[in-house]
């Protein structure tokens, strides 16, 4: 379960940001996740929900999620496409040489804090 320690790396770093903006409440944090890391959104929000309410800064922060589809760029004909079950195969001309685009992207975009 890489959830719990995503969850836990989420946590750290939200809550350094918040003490470095004198945060007396953090009420919602946004992330981007591509769906080639595999993340299991409930139970990412399970844990974060879980950590989150260890620190009263942070209890009852919302988690808000945004995903990424896993998507390539064909070498040979320069076409856009989908990545299905990892296979980056074109579906256009059949190369396998592609260049991942998206969907592998892990990042907090933004936080909405409460200040004094």
């Known amino acids: 379960m890489h959830e719990l320690s995503i969850a836990q790396s989420i946590v750290d770093v939200?809550?350094?940001?918040?003490?470095?903006?004198?945060?007396?409440?953090?009420?919602d944090v946004r992330l981007r996740i591509g769906e080639a890391n595999a993340v299991v959104t409930d139970s990412l929000t399970f844990c974060f929900e879980m950590l989150a309410s260890l620190d009263p800064i942070l209890t009852g922060a919302k988690l808000l999620i945004d995903i990424v589809p896993h998507r390539a760029r064909c070498c040979h004909c320069?076409?856009?496409?989908?990545?299905?079950?990892f296979v980056a195969q074109c579906p256009t001309c059949g190369e396998w040489s592609?260049?991942?685009?998206?969907?592998t992207e892990l990042q907090i975009l933004e936080m909405e804090i409460e200040a004094s």
């Open 78 to 85: 320069d076409r856009e496409f989908t990545i299905v079950n």
């Open 14 to 27: 939200v809550e350094a940001r918040a003490a470095e903006c004198n945060a007396t409440r953090v009420k």
């Open 98 to 103: 592609s260049e991942i685009v998206s969907g």
